[in-house]
Each structure stands twice: as C-alpha cells, then as structure tokens.
C-alpha cells in the first residue's frame, strides 16, 4: 500500500472490521482511526464484538476508543451505509435485531449480493461451543485473563523497545495457539462453510476467532470462498471488496505517518447497481 497524503481516501466497495473489543486494553484504536480516515467505503460491514460488553468498564473508555465511533459515523454522513452484526462480546445489542435507521442497521446475520455472488456474513460465536452455556463462563474468564495478557506483553515490548529489540507478541501466540485448539474441537470454518455451501453461497464470512483468512473450501456438494476478517487487537486486520475481489488488508503503520489525526473530507460514490443489500432472518 502507497503512503496516503492528507487529502486522499481510498475508494473500497465493502469493507468488513470484526472484534475491535472497544473499552479494553488490547484494542488497537488509534491504528484502526487511522485506517478508517484513509478509506471511502460505500459500505461498512462491523461484523462483532466491535464494543466489548464483556469488559466495557465506564473507567476505561479513552478519547481514542471514542474517535473510532466518530469516525464511523463520519462515514455514514458523507454515505457510507453501516451494518452493525453483533458478536458474543456485543450480544447485548442482539434484543434490538433489525433497527434501521437512515443508513445504519443492526443485525445478527446479513447477506449481500455482490457482482451476482450472494456472500453470507456472520460473527461466527453461534458453532463455537465455548460461549455458549456453562462454557460461557469459563471464556469470559478467558477475556480477562487475555486483558492482563496483553497488559503484561505491552510492559515486555517497552523492555524491548528500551535495549533497542524487536517488539515480540506473547499474546499473539497465545491466542494463536488457544484457537488451534479450539479449531479441532470445533471445527469452526468448515462448518461455516459447508453450511454455507448447502445454502448455494458463494461466500461466507466470519469473525470471531480472530485468524484473518482466506481459502476456497470444496466438498462434494460443492465449493465456497471462506474468509474471516481477523481483529484490531492483534493482526489489525480487515476485508475489502474492490474490483470484483476480496483481498485481506493488514495495517501498518509506515503506511499511516501522513493520515494519522487528520480529518480526510472526501465525498462518497454509493454503489447501486453492482451490489444489492438483502437484509434475511436467516436460520441456521
């Protein structure tokens, strides 16, 4: 990616961001600010837990983490069309399913039409036996032990950073670890994507288990392109659909030195013809 200058915002068609946990130490604010002013989306697809209702504390809440919510709407004032799809961390807001406003909605599953290809998108939680139940429990723990995970990981990188080392990631492969184990128990993306396969899409995209991803999975009834958007805790990562493909974008901040605070004023082309938006009571 080229160096943005103050004025430029780069045109995307679609552009997914999940598990940015709002209101926790781990959340990549700044960065994800940063990457929201360089972008003109004609739709933003928040594919959960992007507030952390699990640890949202009206303690820790700082001026970066409420920069992400102005700039989200930002967008939706020069018209970018938001749909928020609620996640575990966000469950909260799943009694408020199906409110519209304007170009805003919030749902829990969503389908897009997109160049004649129907793309399913979903947080993911529902296969992932780990929040659901007792179980429930046991991974909120989790969350707050990953919070003092990625407290004590920032603490080593400023030890790091001090004898002039490379900034290491403990919590990265922590977490890497925990969800390939998880990943046997329960299989997670070829579920969604021989569910998805049953369903004749041609995408499925999720978020959850924080691994950006992007593979073609076949079964004997047939084939689907599965992706996963990652998270701004660790990869700062997302999805963009741009000329007719969808490409996984990874933050960096080299990237960002001219954009980073700066209020980027670019009006918007909404797409009307190449993607049509079908909002569905899906079940699965």
């Not at 102005?70 to 939706?76: C, T």
């Not at 994507?193 to 004749?200: D, F, M, P, T």
């Not at 996963?228 to 990869?235: C, I």
């Not at 209020?263 to 079908?278: A, K």
Request: proline share 2%.
């Amino acid at each position: 990616m080229k160096n943005l200058t103050p004025m430029e915002k780069r045109p995307v068609d679609v552009v997914v961001i999940s598990d940015v946990h709002l209101g926790t130490y781990g959340c990549r604010a700044k960065e994800l600010v940063a990457y929201l002013k360089s972008i003109a989306p004609s739709i933003l697809i928040l594919n959960g837990d992007i507030i952390d209702g699990w640890q949202f504390s009206k303690r820790y809440f700082p001026a970066a983490h409420m920069g992400v919510i102005k700039e989200i709407l930002n967008l939706m004032t020069k018209g970018t069309r938001v749909f928020y799809i609620t996640g575990n961390h966000d469950e909260l807001l799943r009694r408020y399913a199906d409110f519209h406003l304007s170009n805003f909605t919030l749902t829990d599953k969503l389908v897009l039409e997109i160049d004649n290809n129907m793309t399913w998108i979903f947080h993911g939680d529902v296969f992932d036996n780990a929040t659901k139940g007792s179980a429930k429990i046991l991974a909120r723990l989790g969350s707050s032990g990953y919070e003092m995970l990625i407290l004590f990981n920032r603490f080593v990188n400023f030890l790091l950073k001090a004898v002039g080392k490379e900034r290491v990631s403990i919590s990265k492969r922590v977490m890497a670890g925990v969800n390939k184990a998880m990943s046997k128990i329960n299989d997670f993306e070829t579920i969604a994507a021989e569910l998805a396969i049953s369903k004749n899409y041609a995408y499925v995209i999720c978020g959850h288990i924080h691994q950006p991803q992007k593979r073609i999975v076949e079964t004997p009834e047939g084939k689907v392109t599965y992706l996963n958007s990652g998270d701004w805790v660790e990869h700062l990562t997302s999805l963009e659909y741009h000329q007719k493909e969808w490409k996984i974008f990874e933050y960096d901040e080299k990237d960002f030195h001219h954009s980073a605070g700066t209020d980027l004023n670019v009006p918007l082309t909404v797409i009307t013809d190449e993607i049509s938006i079908y909002i569905n009571s899906l079940a699965i």
